[in-house]
C-alpha cells in the first residue's frame, strides 16, 4: 500500500480501508479469497496503464452479477464479512433493500464465493431460484439444474406442507452444506397464487424449524413489500429474528466499485469523473444497475487503447441518470412504425402494477415468435439488452433487462399512463386464469365459480376484438374462451327463467284482471277492483305487451265506475304508487322529490315524506308494511321505518349500477319489488 496509491489520486482515503482482523489486508495484506486485495490501492495510475491492457469491458451493464462473476464485484467487502460471519451462527438470513440496491448480486458474486472459500467449493451445493407462478417448479428446475437427475428432482414438485423438509431428507448428503437462495421473495406475493403461496410458506416455514447447521436458507425481498407479511405471522417472526437491511453504497464502496474493474484491464478514469460519477449516482434513487450500465456503455464509446475513460464521453452518453435512456432512445428511434407498435406490445407483456409502481414480469418467450415482426423486435431488444431471456429452448422466457429501465425510460413511463387500465386487467387476467386452472385440475364445478363475466369479461374481449390485448398466454386464452361458454349457457338459462316468469306473471295479469272485473260487477267493490286492476296493469306496463282480456276489463272498470277518492297536494307529476300489504295505506311519489302517505278509507294525507334531491321514481312497501322504500333520480335510495313514525331509517346512496344489480339479481328481493330500480339515474 502507498499514499501515492491510484486510489488516492482519485480521491480516496486510503486509511479509511483498513480496520481489524480480516479488514487490515483490505489495501493489500489479504492472501487469496473473496475478499480482493485492490490494485488501485496497491499502484499508481501510471503503473496502471502499464498493465496487459485487456479490451473487454469489466462491467456488467444491467445483467445481474452471478457467481461467477466474483472477480468482477467490488465495494461490498464489509457486508460479505458480515453476512459471512452471521450465517457461521445462523441458518437463516432474509436480506431487505430497496429496489436496485444491489441484494442478489450481493449474494451471488459476494456471499457465495466466500461461503465456497470457507466451507469448501466440492461442499457447498448452491439452490439458487425465484418463486415464480410456481415455487414447487422453480425448486424442481433449480435440483435439475444442479446434480440432480430428474427421478430425484420430482419431489419437490409435490404442492405440499412437507415437500421441502422430503426434498433435503431425501437428497442432501450429510457432510453437504445446501444453500438454498430464494431470490426476489416477493414475487411469492406479486407472481404466486395464494394457494402455491400458502402451502409454500408453510413448508418453508418448517424447514427453518427444523434448524439444520447445513442448511442455509437465505431469501431476498424488496423492503417495500413488508406489509405482504402481515397475513403471515409466521413470516413476521422470521423478519423480526433473521433480517437485515441492506444499506446503499457510502462513497469509498461506490469508488471502488467504479475504479477497480477497469484498474483490473490496465485502464483508469479522468481525474475527476469519477467525483462526478458519484456525486451523479447519489441523485439518481437505486441505480446501482444504472450505474454498472453507464459505466460498461463508457467504456465501449471510449477509445480504450488509450487506457483513459473520459468526461466528454461520460457527458455525451448521458451519465447515470440518462445514458440507459439515451440508449433506449436511440435503439427505438431506429424502429418503423410497425416495430415501435410491436416493441409496446412486448413491453406491455412484460409489465405488471404493483399499486402505482411499475414491476417487471417474465413471460414465454415463445408468446412472441409466433409473429414475424414480433419476433424480429423481440430478438432487436434482447441483442441490444433492453431485454433478457433466459432458459432452454422450449421453455425460454423473456423479461425487460432491469427495473430500472421502467423508471427511466420516459417511452414505456408513457405507455404505462397510457395503457394502465390494460396493463391491470392483464395483470389480473392472469391470476384468476392460474387460480382457475389449477382448480379445475381438482374440482371443475367449483372452478367455474372463477370465471368471468359481465362487463369484465366484456372489456376484454372487446379489447382482444380491438387487438389492444395480444400476446396472451395459453391459460389466459383458456380461461377466456371458458368464462365466455359459460355466460352464453348462463344467459340461456336466464333468458329461460324470464321466460317461464313472464308466462307465470302474464297469467296472473290476466286472473288479476277477470278477478277485478267480477269485483266491479258485484258493486259496492269498486275501490277493491281498481287496485287489482293496477296490478294487473303494472305487470302489463313491466312487460310493455297488451292483453286484449285485461285490456277491456281495465276500459270497463274505467268507463263505468265511479271515483272513489281524489288524492291532491303534489306539486309535480306523481311517478309511481303502491298500496301497503293490509291495503289501508298508499304511498305516492312525485317529481316535486316528496313521498306521501294517505289513508285509503278517508282519503287523508298522513304526513309528508322529504329527503331526496330530485324526483322521487319508485315507492314499494315491504311484504310486512314496516318499511317503505323509496328511489330518485339523485341515484339514492331511501329506507323509511314504520315504526318509529316512518322516520329515515337508513340511507344508501351508491352507483345507479350498484343499485340495480342489487335490486335485480339480490335473491332477497322479491320479485314484485325489483321494478324499484326502473329510471333510477335516468335523469
Request: one cysteine or more; hydrophobic letters at 35%.
Amino acid at each position: 500500500m502507498t499514499d501515492k496509491s491510484y486510489y488516492s489520486e482519485i480521491g480516496g482515503d486510503v486509511k479509511g480501508l483498513i480496520g481489524d482482523g480480516e479488514f487490515k489486508g483490505i489495501a493489500g495484506d489479504i492472501s487469496g479469497g473473496v475478499i480482493n486485495q485492490y490494485i488501485i490501492t496497491q499502484k499508481s495510475g501510471v503503473e496502471i496503464q502499464s498493465q496487459t491492457l485487456i479490451t473487454g469491458s469489466p462491467y456488467l451493464g444491467l445483467r445481474k452479477f452471478e457467481v461467477d462473476d466474483k472477480d468482477r464485484f467490488f465495494g461490498r467487502d464489509n457486508w460479505i464479512i458480515e453476512l459471512t460471519d452471521y450465517l457461521k451462527q445462523q441458518n437463516v438470513l432474509l436480506l431487505l433493500g430497496a429496489s436496485g440496491s444491489g441484494k442478489s448480486s450481493l449474494v451471488q458474486a459476494g456471499l457465495i464465493p466466500k461461503l465456497k472459500d470457507d466451507f469448501g467449493a466440492n461442499k457447498l451445493v448452491n439452490l439458487t431460484f425465484v418463486p415464480d407462478v410456481n415455487p414447487f417448479e422453480s425448486f424442481y428446475g433449480c435440483l435439475l439444474a444442479n446434480r440432480y437427475k430428474q427421478s430425484q428432482a420430482k419431489l419437490a414438485q409435490a404442492v405440499k406442507e412437507d415437500t421441502l423438509i422430503k426434498v433435503v431428507e431425501g437428497l442432501k448428503n450429510n457432510s453437504d452444506l445446501w444453500f438454498i437462495f430464494i431470490d426476489q421473495f416477493e414475487e411469492l406475493f406479486t407472481r404466486t397464487p395464494k394457494t402455491e403461496r400458502d402451502i409454500f410458506i408453510k413448508g418453508l416455514i418448517k424447514l427453518i424449524e427444523n434448524n439444520d447447521s447445513l442448511v442455509k436458507i437465505v431469501m431476498t425481498m424488496r423492503a417495500d413489500f413488508l406489509d405482504k407479511l402481515s397475513p403471515y405471522p409466521s413470516l413476521g417472526k422470521i423478519h423480526d429474528q433473521y433480517s437485515k437491511m441492506l444499506t446503499d453504497m457510502d462513497e469509498s464502496e461506490l469508488r471502488l466499485a467504479i475504479a477497480e474493474p477497469a484498474a483490473r484491464n490496465g485502464v483508469i478514469f479522468e481525474k475527476g469523473l469519477i467525483n462526478q460519477i458519484i456525486a451523479d449516482f447519489y441523485e439518481q434513487a437505486g441505480s446501482l444497475p444504472l450505474l454498472q450500465y453507464t459505466l460498461d456503455l463508457l467504456w465501449e464509446k471510449n477509445h480504450i487503447q488509450e487506457r483513459v475513460l473520459n468526461i466528454k464521453t461520460y457527458q455525451e452518453i448521458g451519465g447515470v441518470t440518462g445514458a440507459l435512456e439515451k440508449q433506449a432512445d436511440k435503439i427505438y428511434s431506429q424502429f418503423n412504425e410497425k416495430q415501435r407498435k410491436a416493441a409496446e406490445e412486448i413491453f406491455l407483456e412484460l409489465i405488471s402494477l404493483e399499486g402505482k409502481e411499475a414491476v417487471s414480469r417474465r413471460a414465454d418467450k415463445s408468446s412472441f415468435e409466433q409473429e414475424e415482426m414480433q419476433g424480429e423486435v423481440l430478438y432487436q431488444l434482447i441483442d441490444n439488452r433492453l431485454l433478457v431471456s433466459k432458459g432452454e429452448d422450449g421453455k425460454a422466457t423473456v423479461e425487460v433487462a432491469h427495473e430500472a429501465l421502467l423508471r427511466s425510460w420516459q417511452v414505456l413511463q408513457n405507455l404505462i399512463r397510457e395503457k394502465e387500465e390494460i396493463i391491470v386487467l392483464r395483470s389480473r387476467l392472469y391470476a384468476d386464469a392460474k387460480q382457475w386452472d389449477d382448480l379445475q385440475k381438482q374440482d371443475a364445478v367449483k372452478a367455474s365459480s372463477e370465471l368471468w363475466g359481465g362487463s369484465k369479461l366484456t372489456r376484454i374481449v372487446n379489447l382482444i376484438k380491438e387487438k389492444s390485448l395480444s400476446n396472451l398466454d395459453v391459460v389466459a386464452r383458456k380461461f377466456i374462451n371458458a368464462s365466455y361458454d359459460y355466460q352464453k349457457q348462463r344467459e340461456k338459462i336466464e333468458a329461460e327463467r324470464k321466460r317461464r316468469e313472464v308466462k307465470t306473471e302474464l297469467s296472473l295479469a290476466n286472473s288479476l284482471g277477470r278477478y277485478s272485473l267480477s269485483l266491479f260487477n258485484e258493486g259496492g267493490k269498486d275501490l277493491e277492483a281498481f287496485i287489482e286492476m293496477i296490478k294487473a296493469g303494472k305487470i302489463l306496463q313491466k312487460y310493455e305487451v297488451s292483453d286484449t282480456e285485461v285490456m277491456n276489463a281495465l276500459q270497463t272498470v274505467l268507463a263505468e265506475g265511479r271515483e272513489y277518492n281524489r288524492l291532491e297536494g303534489h306539486n309535480g307529476n306523481v311517478n309511481s304508487v303502491s298500496f301497503s300489504p293490509d291495503g289501508k295505506t298508499l304511498a305516492t311519489g312525485s317529481y316535486d322529490e316528496t313521498i306521501k302517505l294517505w289513508n285509503v278509507e278517508t282519503g287523508k294525507e298522513i304526513r309528508t315524506l322529504s329527503g331526496h334531491n330530485e324526483g322521487v321514481s319508485s315507492v314499494s312497501f315491504s311484504n310486512d308494511g314496516k318499511i317503505l322504500a323509496t328511489g330518485s333520480y339523485d341515484e339514492t335510495i331511501k329506507l323509511w321505518n314504520g315504526s318509529n313514525g316512518w322516520g329515515l331509517d337508513a340511507l344508501i346512496e351508491t352507483s345507479c349500477d350498484r343499485i340495480r344489480n342489487y335490486l335485480l339479481y339480490n335473491p332477497n328481493v322479491s320479485e314484485s319489488d325489483r321494478h324499484l330500480c326502473d329510471g333510477i339515474g335516468t335523469k
